[in-house]
Protein backbone atom coordinates (compact mmCIF):
# COMPACT_ATOMS: atom_id res chain seq x y z
CA UNK A 1 0.00 0.00 0.00
CA UNK A 2 1.45 3.66 -1.20
CA UNK A 3 2.10 5.67 1.96
CA UNK A 4 0.30 8.90 3.04
CA UNK A 5 1.79 12.00 0.82
CA UNK A 6 1.02 15.61 1.02
CA UNK A 7 -0.13 18.23 -1.42
CA UNK A 8 3.37 19.11 -2.07
CA UNK A 9 4.27 15.71 -2.78
CA UNK A 10 6.03 14.31 0.18
CA UNK A 11 5.29 11.13 2.16
CA UNK A 12 5.88 10.51 5.71
CA UNK A 13 8.98 9.90 8.13
CA UNK A 14 8.85 6.23 7.83
CA UNK A 15 8.47 6.13 3.89
CA UNK A 16 12.01 8.91 4.04
CA UNK A 17 13.61 6.74 6.57
CA UNK A 18 13.46 3.54 3.88
CA UNK A 19 14.78 6.14 1.29
CA UNK A 20 17.83 6.95 3.87
CA UNK A 21 16.55 10.29 4.32
CA UNK A 22 15.35 11.81 8.03
CA UNK A 23 14.00 14.86 8.59
CA UNK A 24 17.17 16.76 9.31
CA UNK A 25 18.73 15.69 6.16
CA UNK A 26 16.45 18.80 5.31
CA UNK A 27 17.04 21.51 7.53
CA UNK A 28 19.89 23.23 6.11
CA UNK A 29 17.93 22.21 2.57
CA UNK A 30 18.22 26.46 1.66
CA UNK A 31 22.01 26.91 2.88
CA UNK A 32 22.62 24.08 -0.08
CA UNK A 33 20.94 26.55 -2.62
CA UNK A 34 22.94 29.46 -1.07
CA UNK A 35 26.12 28.13 -1.88
CA UNK A 36 25.14 27.27 -5.34
CA UNK A 37 24.19 30.94 -5.93
CA UNK A 38 27.43 31.92 -4.53
CA UNK A 39 29.17 30.31 -6.97
CA UNK A 40 27.25 31.38 -9.79
CA UNK A 41 27.85 34.81 -8.76
CA UNK A 42 31.37 34.32 -9.85
CA UNK A 43 30.39 33.83 -13.35
CA UNK A 44 30.51 37.88 -14.03
CA UNK A 45 33.87 38.25 -12.72
CA UNK A 46 35.20 35.36 -14.70
CA UNK A 47 33.79 36.86 -17.84
CA UNK A 48 35.21 39.81 -16.73
CA UNK A 49 38.86 38.48 -16.36
CA UNK A 50 38.35 36.13 -19.78
CA UNK A 51 39.58 37.87 -22.83
CA UNK A 52 37.80 41.18 -24.19
CA UNK A 53 36.03 39.01 -27.04
CA UNK A 54 34.76 36.27 -25.31
CA UNK A 55 31.42 35.38 -26.41
CA UNK A 56 29.06 34.93 -23.17
CA UNK A 57 26.28 33.32 -25.59
CA UNK A 58 29.15 30.59 -26.88
CA UNK A 59 30.40 30.68 -23.45
CA UNK A 60 27.39 29.67 -21.79
CA UNK A 61 26.49 26.73 -24.05
CA UNK A 62 30.12 25.84 -23.04
CA UNK A 63 29.25 25.55 -19.90
CA UNK A 64 26.35 23.35 -20.17
CA UNK A 65 28.08 21.04 -22.30
CA UNK A 66 30.92 20.91 -20.48
CA UNK A 67 28.84 20.48 -16.95
CA UNK A 68 26.16 18.52 -17.97
CA UNK A 69 27.98 15.92 -19.00
CA UNK A 70 30.00 16.03 -15.82
CA UNK A 71 26.51 15.87 -13.27
CA UNK A 72 25.40 13.24 -15.75
CA UNK A 73 29.06 10.99 -14.88
CA UNK A 74 28.97 11.45 -11.74
CA UNK A 75 25.35 10.55 -10.99
CA UNK A 76 23.31 6.99 -11.24
CA UNK A 77 22.05 6.90 -14.97
CA UNK A 78 17.76 6.92 -14.59
CA UNK A 79 17.44 4.47 -17.07
CA UNK A 80 13.87 3.47 -17.23
CA UNK A 81 12.68 6.24 -14.73
CA UNK A 82 13.32 9.13 -17.94
CA UNK A 83 10.07 7.29 -19.42
CA UNK A 84 7.93 7.89 -15.95
CA UNK A 85 9.33 11.55 -15.41
CA UNK A 86 9.77 12.53 -19.15
CA UNK A 87 7.09 15.37 -19.18
CA UNK A 88 9.17 17.62 -16.05
CA UNK A 89 12.43 16.61 -17.74
CA UNK A 90 10.80 18.38 -21.50
CA UNK A 91 10.26 21.01 -19.31
CA UNK A 92 13.43 21.52 -17.19
CA UNK A 93 15.62 21.14 -20.64
CA UNK A 94 13.58 23.95 -22.57
CA UNK A 95 13.69 26.21 -19.43
CA UNK A 96 17.63 25.71 -19.23
CA UNK A 97 18.48 25.81 -22.81
CA UNK A 98 15.82 29.04 -22.97
CA UNK A 99 17.31 31.36 -19.86
CA UNK A 100 20.89 31.58 -21.79
CA UNK A 101 19.60 34.00 -24.80
CA UNK A 102 17.13 35.19 -23.15
CA UNK A 103 18.89 36.96 -20.19
CA UNK A 104 22.01 37.97 -22.72
CA UNK A 105 19.56 39.42 -24.85
CA UNK A 106 17.47 41.47 -21.56
CA UNK A 107 20.88 42.64 -20.89
CA UNK A 108 22.25 43.55 -23.65
CA UNK A 109 18.88 45.33 -24.89
CA UNK A 110 18.37 47.49 -21.51
CA UNK A 111 21.52 47.10 -20.09
CA UNK A 112 23.31 44.80 -17.50
CA UNK A 113 22.31 46.51 -14.14
CA UNK A 114 18.09 46.30 -15.35
CA UNK A 115 18.47 43.37 -17.13
CA UNK A 116 19.63 41.45 -14.53
CA UNK A 117 17.02 43.46 -11.42
CA UNK A 118 14.20 42.20 -14.00
CA UNK A 119 15.61 38.57 -14.85
CA UNK A 120 16.53 37.47 -11.21
CA UNK A 121 13.88 40.03 -9.95
CA UNK A 122 10.70 38.25 -11.41
CA UNK A 123 12.23 34.53 -10.75
CA UNK A 124 11.24 34.43 -7.22
CA UNK A 125 7.75 36.16 -7.83
CA UNK A 126 6.70 33.94 -10.98
CA UNK A 127 7.65 31.07 -8.76
CA UNK A 128 5.62 31.71 -6.04
CA UNK A 129 3.11 32.45 -8.75
CA UNK A 130 3.15 29.41 -10.54
CA UNK A 131 3.27 27.04 -6.69
CA UNK A 132 0.00 28.68 -5.88
CA UNK A 133 -1.54 27.84 -9.23
CA UNK A 134 -0.26 24.24 -9.14
CA UNK A 135 -0.01 22.99 -5.41
CA UNK A 136 -2.89 25.76 -4.52
CA UNK A 137 -0.21 26.67 -1.50
CA UNK A 138 0.01 30.25 -0.98
CA UNK A 139 3.84 31.79 0.13
CA UNK A 140 3.75 32.65 4.05
CA UNK A 141 3.86 35.88 5.60
CA UNK A 142 7.71 35.42 6.40
CA UNK A 143 8.64 34.94 2.50
CA UNK A 144 6.36 38.09 1.37
CA UNK A 145 8.14 40.44 4.16
CA UNK A 146 11.98 38.49 3.16
CA UNK A 147 11.34 38.16 -0.69
CA UNK A 148 10.18 41.68 -0.78
CA UNK A 149 13.15 43.60 1.65
CA UNK A 150 15.54 40.76 -0.32
CA UNK A 151 14.19 42.59 -3.86
CA UNK A 152 14.45 46.32 -2.34
CA UNK A 153 18.05 45.08 -1.66
CA UNK A 154 18.53 44.12 -5.21
CA UNK A 155 17.26 47.41 -6.53
CA UNK A 156 19.18 49.55 -4.59
CA UNK A 157 22.60 47.26 -5.51
CA UNK A 158 21.88 47.30 -9.28
CA UNK A 159 20.30 50.83 -9.57
CA UNK A 160 22.65 53.47 -10.17
CA UNK A 161 20.72 56.56 -10.37
CA UNK A 162 20.57 57.09 -13.89
CA UNK A 163 16.78 57.81 -15.78
CA UNK A 164 15.53 54.37 -16.81
CA UNK A 165 15.20 53.35 -20.30
CA UNK A 166 13.89 50.25 -20.40
CA UNK A 167 12.40 48.86 -24.24
CA UNK A 168 9.91 46.28 -24.75
CA UNK A 169 11.54 43.15 -26.40
CA UNK A 170 14.73 43.29 -23.66
CA UNK A 171 11.95 43.53 -20.89
CA UNK A 172 10.08 40.68 -22.28
CA UNK A 173 13.44 39.14 -22.69
CA UNK A 174 14.48 39.59 -19.58
CA UNK A 175 11.22 38.31 -18.02
CA UNK A 176 11.24 35.62 -19.80
CA UNK A 177 14.75 34.46 -18.06
CA UNK A 178 12.69 35.14 -14.50
CA UNK A 179 9.81 32.56 -16.45
CA UNK A 180 12.39 30.30 -17.09
CA UNK A 181 14.15 29.70 -14.19
CA UNK A 182 11.14 29.69 -12.00
CA UNK A 183 9.89 26.95 -14.40
CA UNK A 184 13.48 25.06 -14.38
CA UNK A 185 12.90 24.61 -10.41
CA UNK A 186 9.50 23.66 -10.56
CA UNK A 187 9.63 21.36 -13.18
CA UNK A 188 13.02 19.81 -11.57
CA UNK A 189 10.93 19.14 -7.72
CA UNK A 190 8.43 17.60 -9.76
CA UNK A 191 10.52 15.11 -11.32
CA UNK A 192 11.99 14.39 -7.94
CA UNK A 193 8.88 14.04 -6.33
CA UNK A 194 8.23 11.18 -9.19
CA UNK A 195 11.23 9.40 -7.73
CA UNK A 196 14.57 10.93 -9.50
CA UNK A 197 17.18 12.03 -7.45
CA UNK A 198 17.87 15.89 -7.81
CA UNK A 199 21.28 15.38 -9.40
CA UNK A 200 20.15 13.11 -12.24
CA UNK A 201 17.07 15.42 -13.32
CA UNK A 202 19.91 18.40 -12.93
CA UNK A 203 21.91 16.22 -15.21
CA UNK A 204 19.89 14.96 -18.39
CA UNK A 205 18.13 18.36 -18.52
CA UNK A 206 21.33 20.28 -19.04
CA UNK A 207 22.72 18.14 -20.99
CA UNK A 208 19.53 18.06 -23.42
CA UNK A 209 19.95 21.76 -23.09
CA UNK A 210 23.59 21.72 -24.22
CA UNK A 211 22.34 20.07 -27.43
CA UNK A 212 19.58 22.69 -28.38
CA UNK A 213 22.36 25.22 -27.95
CA UNK A 214 24.75 23.71 -30.11
CA UNK A 215 23.89 26.18 -33.30
CA UNK A 216 24.99 28.91 -31.64
CA UNK A 217 28.53 27.16 -32.27
CA UNK A 218 28.43 27.77 -36.24
CA UNK A 219 27.18 31.05 -36.39
CA UNK A 220 29.11 33.04 -33.14
CA UNK A 221 32.93 33.32 -32.82
CA UNK A 222 34.75 30.70 -30.77
CA UNK A 223 38.15 31.67 -31.73
CA UNK A 224 38.98 32.76 -28.05
CA UNK A 225 38.78 29.65 -27.37
CA UNK A 226 42.56 29.21 -28.48
CA UNK A 227 44.06 31.73 -25.70
CA UNK A 228 44.75 30.47 -21.73
CA UNK A 229 42.21 32.69 -20.61
CA UNK A 230 39.00 31.66 -22.64
CA UNK A 231 39.87 28.49 -21.94
CA UNK A 232 40.22 28.52 -18.45
CA UNK A 233 37.59 30.64 -17.95
CA UNK A 234 35.35 28.14 -20.01
CA UNK A 235 36.57 25.29 -17.94
CA UNK A 236 36.16 27.18 -14.24
CA UNK A 237 32.42 27.84 -15.25
CA UNK A 238 31.74 24.36 -16.43
CA UNK A 239 33.15 22.87 -13.45
CA UNK A 240 33.03 24.83 -10.67
CA UNK A 241 30.26 27.49 -11.59
CA UNK A 242 28.27 24.72 -12.86
CA UNK A 243 28.82 21.11 -12.23
CA UNK A 244 29.82 21.87 -8.57
CA UNK A 245 27.08 24.14 -8.04
CA UNK A 246 24.39 22.16 -9.51
CA UNK A 247 25.17 19.25 -7.39
CA UNK A 248 24.80 21.99 -4.00
CA UNK A 249 21.77 23.03 -5.69
CA UNK A 250 20.92 19.15 -6.19
CA UNK A 251 21.17 18.64 -2.47
CA UNK A 252 18.85 21.35 -1.29
CA UNK A 253 16.33 21.70 -3.91
CA UNK A 254 14.04 18.51 -3.13
CA UNK A 255 13.37 19.68 0.40
CA UNK A 256 13.21 23.55 -0.27
CA UNK A 257 9.91 25.40 -1.92
CA UNK A 258 10.23 26.92 -5.51
CA UNK A 259 9.64 30.29 -4.30
CA UNK A 260 12.17 29.95 -1.80
CA UNK A 261 14.98 28.64 -3.77
CA UNK A 262 14.16 31.20 -6.56
CA UNK A 263 14.24 33.78 -3.41
CA UNK A 264 17.54 32.33 -1.70
CA UNK A 265 19.48 32.64 -5.56
CA UNK A 266 19.06 36.05 -5.17
CA UNK A 267 22.75 35.59 -3.26
CA UNK A 268 24.02 35.10 -6.98
CA UNK A 269 23.99 39.14 -7.44
CA UNK A 270 24.85 40.04 -4.15
CA UNK A 271 28.43 37.72 -4.63
CA UNK A 272 28.95 39.45 -8.47
CA UNK A 273 28.61 42.86 -6.49
CA UNK A 274 31.48 41.83 -3.44
CA UNK A 275 33.41 40.00 -6.06
CA UNK A 276 33.62 43.17 -8.60
CA UNK A 277 33.83 45.64 -5.29
CA UNK A 278 37.09 43.24 -3.77
CA UNK A 279 38.42 41.24 -6.96
CA UNK A 280 37.43 44.24 -10.19
CA UNK A 281 38.02 46.93 -7.81
CA UNK A 282 34.93 48.69 -8.60
CA UNK A 283 33.55 51.45 -6.15
CA UNK A 284 30.37 50.43 -3.69
CA UNK A 285 28.36 53.68 -3.27
CA UNK A 286 26.24 54.33 -0.15
CA UNK A 287 23.24 53.39 -1.81
CA UNK A 288 24.48 49.99 -2.92
CA UNK A 289 25.29 49.59 0.77
CA UNK A 290 22.24 50.04 2.21
CA UNK A 291 21.00 47.79 -0.74
CA UNK A 292 23.46 45.00 0.51
CA UNK A 293 22.15 44.79 3.93
CA UNK A 294 18.75 44.57 3.11
CA UNK A 295 19.52 42.23 0.70
CA UNK A 296 21.21 39.75 3.06
CA UNK A 297 18.83 40.49 5.40
CA UNK A 298 16.10 39.31 3.11
CA UNK A 299 18.21 36.04 2.23
CA UNK A 300 18.77 35.36 5.98
CA UNK A 301 14.81 35.60 6.94
CA UNK A 302 14.45 32.87 4.01
CA UNK A 303 17.63 30.61 3.70
CA UNK A 304 16.99 30.47 7.83
CA UNK A 305 13.14 30.48 7.99
CA UNK A 306 12.75 26.93 7.02
CA UNK A 307 15.50 25.58 9.08
CA UNK A 308 13.39 26.64 12.10
CA UNK A 309 10.80 23.83 11.58
CA UNK A 310 10.72 20.87 13.91
CA UNK A 311 13.26 17.70 12.84
CA UNK A 312 11.11 15.71 10.81
CA UNK A 313 9.26 17.83 9.29
CA UNK A 314 10.94 17.91 5.91
CA UNK A 315 11.33 14.31 4.27
CA UNK A 316 12.24 13.02 0.93
CA UNK A 317 9.90 12.84 -2.17
CA UNK A 318 8.40 9.74 -2.43
CA UNK A 319 9.15 6.90 -5.76
CA UNK A 320 5.66 5.24 -5.82
CA UNK A 321 6.62 2.20 -7.28
CA UNK A 322 9.49 1.22 -4.70
CA UNK A 323 6.92 2.52 -1.89
CA UNK A 324 4.41 0.07 -3.53
CA UNK A 325 7.38 -2.37 -3.21
CA UNK A 326 8.45 -1.74 -0.01
CA UNK A 327 4.62 -2.02 2.01
Given at each position: ?40 GTTGTTLALAPPETDPLVLGALRLA ?120 FATRRAVRAGLAAEQVIACSFVAAA ?69 IREDLTSQQLVGVASLVAGLSLVAL ?23
Amino acid sequence: MRPATTRSGFGDKAASERRGFSGGAFIGAPLWVLAAAVLWGTTGTTLALAPPETDPLVLGALRLALGGPLLLATSRFPGAALCRVWRPLAVASLAVAAYQPAFFLGVRTNGIAIGTLIAIGSAPLLAAVLEMLTERRPPSIRWLFATALALLGLGLLLHQGRTLQLTLTGSLASLAAGASYAFFVFATRRAVRAGLAAEQVIACSFVAAAVLLIPLLFWRPVGWLHSSGGLLATLYLGVVATALSYRLFARGVAGTSSATVATVSLAEPLTATLLAVFVIREDLTSQQLVGVASLVAGLSLVALGEQVRPRGTFTAPVDPVREEQAS
